[in-house]
């Protein structure tokens, strides 16, 4: 997410950027015996882990990068705009305890499904909305999700987020990850000026998230 100087210098000040290790990969399939991964786009991938960690049946999430070309990408990388990328999270989920569906549902209701290449404040394809299926199964229920939303949205406007085939994931640098929790005062000012409560609010009115 792009960010006033002002607001940067803040962050610097809290602690909110600090040395980037070395990531691996992380490839889109199932996990364990019984477990599954899921992946969505929604904009800023700090916004994205608060939404989905208190679920039951969500097991883990992990913010980083995926849809782009270039391997191992870096944040500075993916921000400009070049790699193709999108800011994303995986999330690891007991389907036994939680739907597919059912997350499908908690991801509509996090974003502005409205717009291309862009969420709230933040501009440029890295910031688009997008579902990565792992598997068939996925792709179908994430078709139907968006058909049912289509005929049901409290809002006029069409629906442009993508849905493509997952590819590999490169989880991002280490200080995103659960920033929302290691930098709260910094996740809540960017959060505020980005507008992105009251424009949740406009699209989905009573079935907006209040407390992400």
Partial sequence: MIVPSSILLGFLLLGGVVSRP?????RADTTGDHLSKAIFAGGC?????????????VISTKVGYIGGKKPNPTYDEVCSGLTGHAEAMELVYD?????????????????????KDQQFCDEGSQY??????????????????????DKTKPF???????????TVFYPAEDYHQQYCKTHKIAYGMYRINCGRDQRLRQLWGAAAPSNH
């Fill in 128 to 149: 688009r909305t997008a579902i990565f299926f792992i598997g068939p199964e996925q792709e179908r229920e994430a078709k139907e999700s968006k058909a049912e939303l």
């Fill in 22 to 26: 070395s990531r691996g990969e992380a």
């Fill in 156 to 166: 006029k406007q069409a629906i442009v987020t993508q849905i493509a085939p997952a």
């Fill in 45 to 57: 991938f700090w916004c994205m882990e608060p939404a989905f960690d208190s679920l039951p049946g």
């Fill in 95 to 115: 389907p036994a305890k939680i739907s597919y569906k059912k997350l499908l549902d908690v991801f509509w209701h996090n974003i502005d499904p409205t717009v």
